[in-house]
């Protein structure tokens, strides 16, 4: 791994990100030679060029799992990580990195229009366990000198009652989550009496990924804070932040550090631009060195210039290849529904919402107080007309009826094992319950 770790504004033009991204191409190549999935599909033979590689799938790490990926002594490994299984697999996604990857991952995932610094307080409320984003968010903050608090998430130990006394006892500045999770938290917040436009004054900035973004439910998600504002990383545990958020509100591939390119699974070309699906060759990874990773989203790639100054080709990620639903003839997003909802008045304090993709309808609940539901409901029906073009009914539902308030305001924790109690204790409370 070269130890130069150029930063987000280095770059002069696009000729130069070109040119260093071929330079480094010649070290993956090199890796490539020594990882036991490599050297059988290319039988041995040394890789010079990208042209006429096949893309590499989850299902060929899964097929490699524990270790065939392994390009490195094992004694070199310092974390290993397995994906979060959406896709249901029953084998795991493995990947795997060194301390020195780790360096250049921390500080990809630091990239961003407002960075982390030692004054900052972080709240990390994203899976730890297996998957390496929480452990990412926690590292980062640790090397910049920042307080981490981590919170975790999907865990007994940290109910959204106690995130949101964190959010402000703690003073937290920055948070680390899902899109969803900060909805969640106003919810709670403001059950537990907080406004959370005026009442959380040291938030400057919640960094989100796992999920589509829509332009709608960040301006949502930044109105419900009181303007903060709402920063968004693109990325995976097999290879790290993919892509961030500049100065001027753009996302950004980090092209110097993952060569991008965008497959047309029609014609079979790839291309270093357009739309297509999304593969990439991360030109800094050691332990699991990767050609053509198909990432599996949607995306658009452009070289154009941007007013931050970077020099980094701009993304916008579509959604999974494989999440679209159909609805009287057309494919549905989760990104495209949500933001017809988002384009809702936010005075009508609709926060969450589900739909199913009927083969002939769109059916979408929306959590909605009765006074504004009337509102509500037709407006919704109205934006789904002009943006998504299908038959929809929209129908409204009590607040928490989607998101329980129990879920928001109880202090359920998981307990340390008992096993002596006195006589007028209930041994029953502490029987350890999924």
Known sequence: ?????????????????????????????EQVGRSPFYRERFGGRPVTELDGLPMTSKDDLRDSYPF?????????????????????????????????E?????????????????????LVRIPYALVMAGHLAHQAGLAV???????????????????????????VTLTWSTPSEVLVWAAGARLAGYRTETDFPSLRAFYTAGEPLSPARRARISEVWGGTPVLDVYGSTEVGSVAGTCPAGVMHFWADRLLPEVYDAETGAFAREGSGQLVVTPLYQEAMPLIRYDL????????DECACGWYLPTIRVLGRISHGNEVAGRSLSVRQVEEAVYRLPAGLGVLFWRAKAHPERLVVQIEVEHEHAADAVSGLLAIIEELLDVPATVEPVPPGTLVPAELLTGRLDAMKPRRLFGPDEDWDAAVLRC
């Open 1 to 29: 791994m070269s130890e130069e770790l150029p930063a987000a504004g280095y770059w002069t033009g696009f000729d130069q990100l070109r040119a260093a991204q071929d330079k480094q191409l010649h070290m993956v190549f």
């Open 68 to 100: 065939g990926m392994l390009a490195v002594p094992k004694a070199r490994l310092a974390t290993y990580h397995e994906s979060s299984g959406t896709s249901g697999a029953a084998t795991p996604t493995p990947t795997y990195y060194t301390a020195q």
């Open 102 to 122: 780790w360096d250049e991952l921390v500080d990809r995932f630091l990239r961003n229009s407002i960075p982390m610094t030692a004054d900052d307080t972080l």
């Open 145 to 171: 000198g920042a307080t981490v608090i981590p919170s975790d998430c999907r865990s007994l130990a940290s109910p959204y009652s106690r995130v949101v006394r964190a959010l402000h006892d703690l003073d």
């Open 296 to 303: 599996g989203d949607h995306v658009e790639i452009h070289y």
